[in-house]
């Protein structure tokens, strides 16, 4: 964004003529900047030690978790963005979109999981089709009389769980505390995005100048 903006403000006149001839300045592309600008501060949203510490909203470190906390994000900034125009943010959230599940691909391809196009691709898929379900709860968590305590419930669900995608339990059998505590608290940090995004003038948001909510206090374990 920050580059478009020097080529249409800061180089010769006749120089901006022939790039917006070629298209340089089209909405499209402003948009596409826009998202890209987007993904940078919500990636570094996503690596808040908050979101990961025991005491707030104690997420496991793995690679497919992170990427469920860049979906959380996401929505929330599509929460935002449906205040404005559909035309002013289509381009902008998909570039958006398409950032996250690049990276998420390259994640699958190198490092622990080295993993090659077939097995990348099944697993692309599954976690599209999550990210679109969760989406689709979440708003309607945010219509209930309750939103906290219900997106709290599918965040547990969804998050919450082992690395065979099993709900966390005690000993008993029964969800396990200190797993509700958090996702509660990861409900928090949510709406306290959404609020915070709420009060951004809508030419920021859409030329992907986010900023974010401070996290909610930490609080603490069951076990304390």
């Not at 690679?63 to 404005?84: D, N």
């Not at 989406?135 to 769980?161: F, H, Q």
């Not at 082992?162 to 996702?183: F, T």
Request: aromatic letters at 10%; proline letters at 4%; glycine letters at 6%.
């Amino acid at each position: 964004m920050a580059e478009l903006e020097r080529l249409e403000t800061q180089v010769p006149w006749w120089q901006t003529a022939f790039l917006r001839l070629g298209g340089t300045f089209a909405d499209e592309q402003w948009q596409s900047a826009a998202g890209a600008d987007t993904y940078v501060t919500m990636s570094e949203q996503a690596s808040v030690p908050a979101l990961y510490d025991e005491a707030c909203g104690a997420l496991p470190d793995r690679v497919y978790t992170k990427l469920q906390v860049q979906g959380l994000l996401s929505w929330v900034a599509h929460v935002r963005l449906r205040q404005e125009p559909k035309d002013r943010f289509s381009v902008l959230f998909g570039e958006l979109m398409e950032h996250v599940w690049n990276q998420f691909t390259l994640d699958l391809a190198r490092g622990e999981f080295q993993m090659g196009y077939i097995e990348i691709s099944k697993h692309l898929k599954a976690a599209q089709y999550s990210w679109h379900g969760l989406c689709k709860a979440l708003d309607t968590a945010l219509e209930s009389d309750t939103p906290r305590e219900e997106m709290g419930a599918i965040l547990l669900r969804n998050l919450y769980v082992d690395e065979e995608g099993e709900a966390l339990v005690d000993g008993e059998g029964q969800p396990c505390a200190d797993a509700a505590r958090a996702a509660l608290w990861l409900a928090d940090y949510l709406l306290a995005h959404r609020d915070h995004l709420a009060t951004l003038p809508g030419e920021d948001v859409l030329r992907g100048r986010l900023t974010w909510a401070p996290s909610p206090p930490a609080v603490s374990t069951v076990a304390d």
